[in-house]
């Protein structure tokens, strides 16, 4: 007989009631892992799960590790579900029930009461498993809700490139993040968050936003897409040292883009710049793209028109895009920074002297002309855009060629 390998998951199902099940989560007798999201179900979803167990159907099993934290188990699976219950059982909602009559949890007859908190639950318990392998069981055991790509990511935050994504850009006094907060507002959330802390980036659409940026930098602007690109290719790899630096090279672009438009026009409404920056899809795409320009026509190699295929990949190997082209190419720089502020800065006016205009129909003058779907993110997008910035008349040739009608906006 075979031996059985050695790191594959064992698994034990175990049994019991709802109201043990509520109470050691209540009293954190269970432990919740950074990579859960946070809890999201509206009303109409909870009541749907609540009057399911009153009425006895099955409700799918809770996902456990058998990992400990201070002798107690880790949830990989339920949250959602186990939040729901304890909500209901400490009459935050009532319920219809079979008389069709609104009921909280108090309200119920005592044999109701009793069925609820005595419904049995099955726990699927998991061994045997590594951090990369909770994270891609989370990933994929999903009984509820599915995960956004922003959530997909942020279960992904212990891999080398969403730590950097997060150390960079969305923790307080680490990285770029102080200083790209002056520009596009706060984008994350506190390096040591307070007990029962939810936040504020619903669905991390933020995380989704700056995980593209990176990307698009470190391995070209084709990646610079809101789909969630697979774990098992280049966001288990390694992120190497010198990768970092050059992608921080071009961050410091970005930033010095923005600042100085701040500085040649200040704004007069804040708030609508600030997330007008922060809109991936606004300007830093097309900035982003703009960076290896120079590499892109003199290296055609580089001209990455469909994303990199990371299944399977040999991610040993080094990418065909890199980062920071632009090193020890200072007029080439120059003339990206010009012309980019330059744009900006007479979007920004436009809207000043017109402060009825609306930033989307200013964009479609120039930036976004010619895009029927100014909402996906898409190479040809950004090369588009870029065209009609800096060179009217090669954007009129790609027009020819037809663009992306697709719409991957989880905004």
């Not at 175990?14 to 859960?36: A, C, E, F, G, M």
């Not at 708030?271 to 606004?282: E, H, L, R, V």
């Not at 990371?310 to 040993?316: H, L, M, P, W, Y």
Request: proline share 6%; hydrophobic share 35%.
């Amino acid at each position: 007989m075979a031996a059985a390998r050695p790191n594959r998951i064992s698994k034990q199902n175990t049994s019991v009631p709802l109201v043990q099940l509520i109470q050691d989560y209540d009293q954190k007798r269970i432990i919740i892992p950074p990579h859960q999201r946070e809890f999201r179900w509206d009303l109409p979803r909870q009541e749907k799960f609540i009057q399911s167990i009153l009425k006895g159907y099955p409700i799918p099993s809770i996902l456990m590790s058998s990992r400990r934290v201070d002798h107690f188990p880790t949830l990989e699976d339920g949250r959602q579900r186990i939040t729901t219950a304890s909500r209901y059982r400490s009459n935050q909602f009532p319920v219809k029930g079979f008389d069709g009559q609104l009921r909280k949890y108090s309200e119920l007859s005592e044999i109701d009461r009793e069925r609820f908190d005595n419904e049995n639950v099955i726990i699927v318990t998991f061994s045997n498993a590594n951090d990369n392998d909770r994270i891609e069981i989370f990933d994929w055991h999903q009984n509820g809700m599915p995960l956004t790509p922003g959530e997909r990511y942020h279960a992904q935050h212990a891999t080398p490139l969403v730590r950097f994504v997060k150390e960079q850009l969305m923790t307080h006094g680490t990285g770029y993040h102080d200083r790209a907060a002056a520009i596009w507002g706060i984008r994350g959330d506190p390096a040591n968050p307070p007990e029962g802390f939810i936040s504020s980036d619903k669905g991390r659409k933020w995380l989704l936003s700056a995980t593209a940026l990176v990307l698009g930098l470190s391995f070209g602007p084709a990646n610079a897409t809101k789909k969630y690109i697979p774990a098992n290719g280049f966001m288990t790899a390694d992120f190497p040292l010198s990768k970092q630096r050059d992608v921080k090279k071009d961050l410091d672009r970005i930033l010095d883009i923005y600042e100085t438009v701040e500085a040649r026009l200040p704004s007069i409404r804040p708030t609508q710049w600030i997330n007008a920056y922060w809109d991936f899809g606004n300007f830093t795409g097309y900035i982003l793209y703009s960076l290896s320009f120079l590499s892109r026509e003199n290296h055609e190699s580089l001209s990455l028109d469909e994303p990199i295929d990371f299944e399977g990949a040999d991610t040993s190997k080094e990418a065909p895009y890199q980062p920071n082209s632009l090193e020890g190419e200072p007029e080439e720089w120059e003339r990206i920074k010009k012309g980019w502020v330059d744009y900006i800065v007479g979007v920004r006016r436009k809207l000043n002297e017109n402060p009825k205009k609306k930033l989307k129909d200013v964009l479609k003058e120039c930036l976004h002309k010619g895009i029927s779907a100014a909402r996906s993110w898409t190479n040809q997008r950004w090369k588009l855009g870029y065209f009609q910035v800096f060179d009217p008349s090669r954007a009129d040739e790609i027009l020819d060629t037809g663009s992306d009608d697709s719409d991957d906006s989880s905004e």
